[in-house]
């Protein structure tokens, strides 16, 4: 097929390596403007325009698309078979969902119609999901409501954070989608609806939903922990200062903690979380400091009863 590959960041390389592999013409990559980036905000292109210059393929970056007449018309001269959308960034118009014979076909980090939206991976582990995936859609006019064409599913582990189930997402969805294609050219796949009764929300994150509220029981916390990492990761303050915790776990067994509250046995660190459970804190780091063990951080603030994070 004559595909045209849209998207932007690291997820989708593995879909835009699969395709050239796989022997389809892909004659145009289109991503996001260079953006800042790094200490000295220097700009720097994206995954996907590094892997394309890698292959060899042309690449354009508009800075909007919706009435971009000259966009439209380098499309369109290229007369593609279908347009592959991975983690682009921006809204589909029209003309472009109707442009190419296969419409634009979506490479999506869940099981739709769960988890609809930017972040649906770190969702998934936030909100304590076993079971993720991946779907290939045909686009349509609304936020991932397309019909759905096919879909794998993943176990998420215990282990797992946002930074560890990417990779293995994305490289399902890479051959889920050669997939797709070669049953569409086959005519041997039928799109089905969603049933947005269904639907659930991964909103893109922000810089607060990282802000550890001891009122949760100890559970979600550790899955907002694994879901926001790296960002915005999960913080609080110790005495006024900003604290990064960086690893923890539910404590199986605890002494009765108020949440919030900080209990100290030997090496052990604990904090108390809704519904009476707690959480063992292993690596933190206050703001300005090294990252340190739990025993580090005892040794050198001596964190008293009575005394409480987030204050």
């Not at 389809?24 to 790094?38: A, E, F, I, N, Y």
């Not at 215990?158 to 989608?177: I, N, V, W, Y």
């Not at 790296?230 to 949440?259: C, D, I, M, Y």
Request: charged letters at 20%; a neutral charge; one cysteine or more.
């Amino acid at each position: 097929m004559i595909l045209i590959f849209s998207g932007t960041p690291r997820f989708a390389v593995p879909t835009l390596d699969a395709l050239f592999a796989a022997g389809h013409s892909v004659p145009l990559v289109v991503t996001q403007p260079d953006r800042p980036r790094g200490r000295g905000m220097e700009l720097a292109a994206s995954p996907i325009k590094e892997a394309a210059l890698r292959l060899q393929i042309p690449v354009v970056q508009p800075a909007s698309i919706k009435n971009n007449a000259e966009f439209h018309s380098q499309l369109a001269a290229l007369h593609p078979d279908a347009i592959i959308v991975v983690g682009y960034g921006r809204i589909i118009p029209q003309w472009m969902i109707d442009l190419p014979r296969f419409g634009n076909l979506n490479l999506h980090a869940s099981l739709l119609p769960k988890y609809r939206g930017a972040a649906p991976i770190q969702w998934a582990i936030a909100s304590g999901e076993s079971i993720t995936g991946v779907t290939t859609m045909r686009i349509d006019a609304g936020l991932d409501t397309g019909d759905i064409l096919l879909q794998r599913e993943l176990p998420i582990l215990h282990e797992d954070t946002a930074e560890s189930l990417a990779p293995r997402l994305a490289s399902l969805g890479a051959d889920l989608m050669l997939q797709t294609l070669r049953q569409l050219e086959t005519g041997q796949l039928d799109p089905v609806p969603q049933d947005h009764s269904k639907a659930t929300l991964a909103p893109i994150l922000k810089k607060e939903d990282g802000r550890m509220d001891f009122a949760r029981p100890a559970t979600e916390l550790f899955n907002r922990m694994r879901g926001f990492r790296p960002w915005p990761g999960a913080f609080t303050t110790f005495k006024g200062k900003a604290l990064q915790v960086h690893r923890a776990e539910p404590a199986p067994s605890h002494a009765a903690l108020a949440p919030a509250a900080l209990a100290v046995d030997g090496p052990r660190l604990q904090v108390g979380c809704g519904q009476n459970t707690a959480l063992n804190l292993f690596e933190l780091q206050l703001d300005g400091k090294r990252r340190m063990t739990a025993q580090e951080f005892i040794n050198g603030y001596h964190p008293k009863p009575g005394d409480h994070l987030g204050e």
